[in-house]
């Protein structure tokens, strides 16, 4: 095929991605800033923004931006299952996703997931930062008469941050390479022109004392850590606009290269410096060939080296064949210290689905299709009441001559999210509804300690499901006073319960007097005091 025709079709599959997010300062001297922002993230154009040639920041936001690869639903033949497994999990339906390098939405992570960087299944972002993604207008199936409009932004979400172990491997193996010979490592991940932009920003923060102990350890990050971040792949889920799909999914099928070989060629999609001026650097093409191949002599490749022109920004973008089948991902390059000399780095796209199907997908949370998790236990406690009292239910249920159940105790793990879920024996017979768990004083829930409505009390719901009708339901809205004051954990003054009549004060009197009486006769001598004590249990408080 010809470059034009691929680069046409290649333009189909790519996208940039932007991030903004706000900028916030350890020891800022100014008037207190809200309490949603008093939270210790560090300053985006600072320390954060070091390893980034370039960055825009404007009226208390910094904004990145990179290129990504477009992966509507369906366009792929055989997507690796962890995309869909991520999207299920994550709650992204649409099932539209991109892919980009992830130093692009690394610097806005929470304070706990950016002091330790590495592969995240439940990325958070700090508050107010957003991600949008680039598309072509004829992407948005909304163009008219052949003629395609302007590009469009679409909102997106970081659903997670996944690395390729075997491509991580690679990058390692050429970072530590030279320690033998020359002491200390030459090489680097990240573009040259990073260089000049960490020199700026050391000066804009040099005054700064405290915020350059803080962040010591983004100073000093380790080769290991660096090699895996430079294959580190983001996921974003893409919201629709009108509820248009992103591209025709029978006509736009994006193919896979099955090999590459030195001197293979190579075309690039991506948006060099392109949040300076999106519509300007969107999409460009660059091409070039195949350098080598890692590891070296092997059948497959987990890294290729590109002898091709890229510009910052161009990170995360696709890479393409001569045939117009992907390659690739473009990732941020392998640089010489102290040099501009810089060596393209390409993550096959075999690696990456040979990574990720590797992986375990309970390290993800849930499955593919979102079934539910399981916990056992034991019922601890089954509260009855008494079947003289059950025809003052208010008609919630029909009286016989059993006690009724209303509620079950049970020690099996419930978390947040599982109120409405199944009770069931070990017959996987359902004998309840999984309502709430208790809580501490301070908040906190108990999981072990939770409470289920029993099947016996849901009789007017199974009625209701073969019947229809909906007087039925109108029974349950009646206030019941025994069933609220069983389900508030706290005594009932329900006349219908009980209660031992409150003794006078003579009576007090006397029954502390026979149990004095009765501990002495039983304390009569050393040796009935130690028997006594043989035989009692003591106190754990």
């Given at each position: 095929?010809?470059?034009?025709?691929?680069?046409?079709?290649?333009?189909?599959?790519?996208?940039?991605?932007?991030?903004?997010?706000?900028?916030?300062?350890?020891?800022?001297?100014?008037?207190?800033?809200?309490?949603?922002?008093?939270?210790?993230?560090?300053?985006?154009?600072?320390?954060?923004?070091?390893?980034?040639?370039?960055?825009?920041?404007?009226?208390?936001?910094?904004?990145?931006?990179?290129?990504?690869?477009?992966?509507?639903?369906?366009?792929?033949?055989?997507?690796?299952?962890?995309?869909?497994?991520?999207?299920?999990?994550?709650?992204?339906?649409?099932?539209?996703?991109?892919?980009?390098?992830?130093?692009?939405?690394?610097?806005?992570?929470?304070?706990?997931q950016?002091?330790n960087?590495?592969?995240?299944?439940q990325p958070?972002?700090?508050?107010?930062?957003?991600?949008?993604?680039?598309v072509?207008?004829?992407?948005?199936?909304?163009?008219?008469?052949?003629?395609?409009?302007?590009?469009?932004?679409?909102?997106?979400?970081?659903?997670?941050?996944?690395?390729?172990?075997?491509?991580?491997d690679?990058?390692?193996?050429?970072?530590?390479?030279?320690?033998?010979?020359?002491?200390?490592?030459?090489?680097?991940?990240?573009?040259?022109?990073?260089?000049?932009?960490?020199?700026?920003?050391?000066?804009?923060?040099?005054s700064s004392?405290?915020?350059?102990?803080?962040?010591?350890?983004?100073?000093?990050?380790?080769?290991?850590?660096?090699?895996?971040?430079?294959?580190?792949?983001?996921?974003?889920?893409?919201?629709?606009?009108?509820?248009?799909?992103?591209?025709?999914?029978?006509?736009?099928?994006?193919?896979?290269?099955?090999?590459?070989?030195?001197?293979?060629?190579?075309?690039?999609?991506?948006?060099?410096?392109?949040?300076?001026?999106?519509?300007?650097?969107?999409?460009?093409?660059?091409?070039?060939?195949?350098?080598?191949?890692l590891?070296?002599?092997?059948?497959?490749?987990?890294?290729?080296?590109a002898?091709?022109?890229?510009?910052?920004?161009?990170?995360?973008?696709?890479?393409?064949?001569?045939?117009?089948?992907?390659?690739?991902?473009?990732?941020?390059?392998?640089?010489?210290?102290?040099?501009?000399?810089?060596?393209?780095?390409?993550?096959?796209?075999d690696?990456?689905?040979?990574?990720?199907n590797?992986?375990?997908?309970?390290?993800?949370?849930?499955?593919p299709?979102?079934?539910?998790?399981?916990?056992?236990?034991?019922?601890?406690?089954?509260?009855?009441?008494?079947?003289?009292?059950?025809?003052?239910?208010?008609?919630?249920?029909?009286?016989?001559?059993?006690?009724?159940?209303?509620m079950?105790?049970?020690?099996?793990?419930?978390?947040?999210?599982?109120?409405?879920?199944?009770?069931?024996?070990s017959?996987?017979?359902?004998?309840?509804?999984?309502?709430?768990?208790?809580?501490?004083?301070?908040g906190?829930?108990?999981?072990?300690?939770?409470?289920?409505?029993?099947?016996?009390?849901?009789?007017?719901?199974?009625?209701?499901?073969?019947?229809g009708?909906?007087?039925?339901?109108?029974?349950?809205d009646?206030?019941?006073?025994?069933?609220?004051?069983?389900?508030?954990?706290?005594?009932?003054?329900?006349?219908?319960?009980?209660?031992?009549?409150?003794?006078?004060?003579?009576?007090?009197?006397?029954?502390?007097?026979?149990?004095?009486?009765?501990?002495?006769?039983?304390?009569?001598?050393?040796?009935?005091?130690?028997?006594?004590?043989?035989?009692?249990?003591?106190?754990?408080?």
């Amino acid at each position: 095929m010809e470059t034009q025709e691929i680069a046409a079709a290649a333009r189909h599959f790519a996208a940039m991605a932007r991030i903004v997010g706000p900028q916030y300062l350890a020891n800022r001297r100014r008037r207190a800033p809200p309490p949603v922002r008093r939270l210790r993230f560090q300053d985006p154009k600072g320390v954060k923004m070091r390893r980034h040639a370039f960055h825009l920041h404007q009226s208390g936001s910094t904004t990145l931006s990179a290129s990504a690869l477009l992966l509507p639903r369906g366009a792929l033949a055989e997507p690796p299952p962890l995309l869909d497994h991520v999207c299920a999990a994550r709650g992204h339906a649409a099932g539209d996703v991109a892919l980009t390098a992830a130093s692009l939405v690394e610097p806005f992570l929470v304070a706990e997931q950016r002091g330790n960087p590495g592969e995240e299944f439940q990325p958070r972002l700090v508050p107010e930062a957003r991600i949008d993604v680039l598309v072509e207008h004829e992407e948005l199936g909304n163009t008219r008469d052949g003629k395609s409009g302007p590009p469009r932004w679409l909102s997106a979400r970081l659903l997670a941050m996944v690395d390729v172990p075997t491509a991580a491997d690679s990058v390692l193996s050429l970072l530590k390479h030279d320690d033998s010979f020359i002491g200390r490592p030459s090489w680097d991940i990240g573009w040259s022109l990073a260089d000049d932009n960490q020199k700026q920003v050391e000066n804009d923060i040099r005054s700064s004392l405290k915020s350059n102990r803080n962040n010591a350890s983004v100073e000093s990050i380790g080769t290991l850590m660096l090699a895996k971040s430079a294959t580190r792949i983001a996921i974003l889920g893409i919201s629709t606009i009108n509820s248009n799909v992103i591209c025709d999914q029978n006509a736009r099928r994006i193919n896979v290269s099955e090999m590459q070989h030195r001197g293979d060629s190579l075309l690039v999609v991506g948006s060099p410096f392109g949040l300076l001026s999106p519509f300007h650097f969107f999409n460009s093409i660059s091409v070039g060939a195949v350098a080598n191949c890692l590891p070296p002599c092997a059948m497959r490749s987990s890294l290729l080296m590109a002898d091709i022109h890229c510009l910052p920004g161009m990170e995360g973008g696709p890479v393409f064949d001569k045939n117009s089948c992907l390659v690739g991902l473009l990732m941020n390059p392998l640089r010489q210290k102290g040099s501009n000399i810089e060596v393209q780095l390409v993550v096959p796209w075999d690696a990456i689905c040979t990574g990720w199907n590797n992986k375990k997908l309970e390290e993800i949370g849930g499955d593919p299709s979102l079934c539910s998790s399981l916990s056992s236990g034991v019922v601890s406690k089954v509260v009855q009441i008494p079947s003289i009292q059950l025809s003052h239910l208010s008609g919630t249920v029909e009286a016989d001559n059993m006690d009724m159940p209303v509620m079950l105790q049970t020690t099996a793990a419930v978390h947040p999210g599982a109120s409405g879920g199944v009770l069931v024996n070990s017959h996987g017979l359902m004998v309840g509804i999984i309502t709430s768990n208790a809580k501490h004083g301070a908040g906190s829930t108990i999981p072990h300690l939770n409470f289920s409505i029993p099947c016996k009390s849901l009789e007017t719901i199974f009625k209701y499901s073969e019947i229809g009708e909906p007087a039925i339901l109108e029974e349950l809205d009646k206030p019941n006073e025994v069933l609220s004051s069983i389900w508030a954990l706290a005594p009932s003054s329900s006349p219908f319960i009980d209660n031992p009549p409150e003794k006078t004060k003579d009576e007090k009197v006397l029954e502390f007097s026979k149990f004095l009486s009765d501990k002495q006769a039983t304390l009569k001598s050393s040796t009935d005091l130690k028997e006594l004590f043989k035989h009692k249990i003591p106190s754990k408080i």
